[in-house]
């Protein structure tokens, strides 16, 4: 079908927004790589948009020498994946129960999980059970509390309840237990949802730094997030000593390759690269899983 004028102005109009909002997400985070690769005292004197001006790789030097950095960076890795595995499985679990009509109280505890959506018991309430749970300043904080989630297993369930009846028939002829049909039958055939889901509590589990700054308080366990947000306060209380005294620190932001603003760019760029590695693996699972789970036939 042939354009008319109208539908080709229609259609500049749109690639030109997509490109302004694209751009304008975009920006950010490409300032911050190009801040990450110039000079600290450089940038304070402003104007580091586009490209470094006074290209250097110290401030990746400096985070790659830091042991606290690295261990964050180790800590958030193993967070991750540990997180990851056991949260899919407890949902995929918990999820494949739910779907049996013969259940009791199935109605009960789906209303129970729902609820939990909507509300939570507070902050407060949620360290004392933390604390009596004996998981404060312990790894397992990071990963237990949130281990199912309510929103991932209402997926799984759907998805699972799309399934042909007569898979499950059929193992359960061949002798197949719950189990042996859940590991054996469903979670094969359950590839696009699973890779989907596993990267949305990835993503969760690596961006976190909520969670550790709350319960955790040996730096030895802290990830490499929340590191990165006690240098990100470091940098405002930098920034106001130096509107405080300003002549001094002049004197000092010359003397420096690397200032902290430099520093929190780079070790920014430390923590978001990884994660955004992983995207292209499981991008082509991501309409096709979350479609089909949130789908009933």
């Known amino acids: 079908m042939k354009l008319t ?23 950010p985070f490409w300032n911050a790589a190009v801040i990450s690769f110039n000079s600290g005292n450089d940038t ?106 309510v929103w991932n297993m209402i997926i799984f369930r759907t998805f699972f309840k799309g399934m042909p009846a007569g898979l499950e028939e059929s193992a359960r002829i061949d002798g197949c ?40 308080s040996n730096a030895d366990l802290l990830p490499i997030q929340t590191k990165l947000q006690q240098i990100l306060n470091s940098n405002i209380m930098t920034e106001q000593m130096s509107q405080m005294d300003s002549a001094a620190a002049s004197h000092l932001n010359r003397m420096k390759t690397v200032t902290t603003k430099s520093l929190s760019m780079a070790t920014m760029m430390v923590a978001t690269v990884p994660i955004l590695c992983v995207y292209p693996f499981v991008q082509k699972y991501f309409v096709k899983g979350v479609m089909i789970g949130s789908l009933k036939e």
């Open 177 to 216: 237990s719950n189990w042996g049909v859940l590991f054996k039958i469903i979670l094969p055939l359950s590839g696009p949802v699973l890779a989907t889901l596993s990267l949305f509590t990835a993503v969760y589990h690596w961006n976190d730094w909520f969670t550790p700054s709350i319960y955790i």
């Open 5 to 27: 004028l109208s539908d080709k102005k229609l259609s500049a109009l749109i690639y030109a927004l997509l490109i302004v909002l694209g751009f304008a997400a975009f920006y």
């Open 44 to 149: 304070m004197r402003g104007g580091v948009t586009f490209w470094p001006r006074a290209f250097t790789l110290e401030n990746y030097a400096v985070v790659f020498r830091d042991g606290r950095l690295l261990n964050g960076f180790a800590v958030s890795v193993l967070r991750t994946v540990v997180g990851t595995l056991l949260s899919i499985l407890a949902t995929a679990i918990f999820a494949y129960g739910m779907t049996k009509s013969w259940l009791i109280g199935r109605k009960l505890y789906m209303i129970i999980c729902i609820v939990t959506m909507f509300f939570s018991g507070g902050l407060i309430p949620t360290y004392l059970l933390i604390r009596e749970l004996q998981l404060i300043d312990t790894f397992w904080v990071m990963v237990v509390p949130g281990l199912i989630s």
